[in-house]
């Protein structure tokens, strides 16, 4: 965990995201911080996407599931960190790359299964150079995937990495910068997941940001500080979620607002101090005697308290990015909800699967057991939020050791 993050009293989260509404979506299912979205199920940071399932912080995707910050990507399937894909599955860290399987680290590769930090590749089987004819008559072989295949792709994977350099960071055309994956970016230091972005420090989930601090998931912002979700945002501080708004402060869900100080789900609201409505005279006058009040108690430049919070540690996707386990959670001040045991056993509903790890059930919607014939997959055979603890494991900055 990050150093020096506060949250009201306590070490933090750095960057917590609890749950905050769907805008701008439509046939949204169970989806949290989505936005201009149709047709989504349980999908979270999300924006200009179609079709998708089980993804977050995906941009401007469509018919993609169980991939997790991936960009204009189509198609894709457990993917990564991939960006401008289509047709990639079990794959990670990859760009320009299509109808292909099982890549790390690789650009410009078509029609390849099993390969690590190639470049404008083709025909290419596990580092074995293949002609079309040939490459096709095995793809054919393998296909469609099951799970036991899918096991056995993946360990001939993890063997072709342990034999491969591994790239300190995977960032791109950056300038005196420091994290990972970021992209277009000068002046950034330890961020993550950021595109287009200038003097930033400390943020993650990062897109055309200009002196962002302390923040994430934030997009379009200029000079904002522990703002969480963010879009359009100007001078929001101690805030979460403000969108095209600017001069905020603690506040939760501006939207199209300006000055405004400890509001929540107020839309185009101006000089307003707890959600009520002051004269811009009247608001300039008692806005710095609260400041000053909040400065003698010490809240004055501290985030929320977590007991604010309306939902426990691990009911939100802070559990994602910084996993606790409960005993650390209370630790830090945080509350813990205790899940109810698991059902187990046998369904006679196809829908119905049962999670070959925790014995968890869950069922599949007719969209997904439809996304998983036409892509020649098998059923899953994990909950969906298992998939994602695992894809996430596998993310940096977000595995073991971050």
Known sequence: MREGLKVGGGEVLGYRVLFVPTLFADEDGFSRTVCTTSAQISCSGTRDCQDCLYCNWTWRSRDCADSSFIYDCELCYECINCRHCYDLKFSQDCLDCTESLFLHDCIGCAQCVGGVGLRNQRYLWFNEQLSATEYQSRLRAWMPLSAAQIAQLEAALTVLQKSAP?????????????????????????????????????????????????????????????????????????????????????????????????????????????????????????????????????????????????????????????????????????????????????????????????????????????????????????????????????????????
């Open 166 to 402: 591994v790239q300190a960071d995977f960032n791109r055309n950056c300038e005196a910068c420091r994290g990972s994956y970021l992209e277009n970016c000068k002046q950034c230091r330890d961020c993550y997941l950021g595109q287009n972005s200038e003097d930033c420090d400390s943020c993650l989930g990062l897109i055309s940001g200009k002196d962002v601090t302390l923040s994430g998931f934030t997009a379009y912002s200029e000079l904002c500080y522990q703002l969480l979700s963010g879009a359009n945002a100007t001078r929001s501080l101690w805030s979460v979620m403000s969108w095209f708004s600017h001069d905020i402060l603690y506040s939760d869900c501006c939207i199209n607002s300006s000055h405004c100080f400890g509001c929540t789900a107020v839309r185009n609201a101006n000089y307003c101090i707890l959600n009520k409505q002051y004269s811009r005279e009247g608001y300039v006058e008692i806005l710095p005697k609260i400041i000053e009040h909040m400065q003698r108690s010490s809240e004055w430049g501290n985030f929320f308290s977590a007991d604010l919070s309306p939902f426990c540690y691990n009911e939100t996707v802070a559990q994602d990015y910084l996993p606790l386990t409960r005993e650390q959670a209370l630790l830090l001040g945080y509350r813990w909800k205790d899940m109810p045991t698991p059902v187990t056993g046998q369904s006679s509903d196809d829908s119905v699967r049962m999670s070959t790890i925790s014995g968890r059930a869950f069922r599949l919607t007719k969209q997904e057991l439809a996304y998983y014939s036409r892509q020649g997959l098998p059923l899953p055979e994990r909950h969906s939020d298992e998939r994602q603890a695992a894809r996430m494991a596998r993310c940096r900055p977000f595995g073991e050791g971050w």
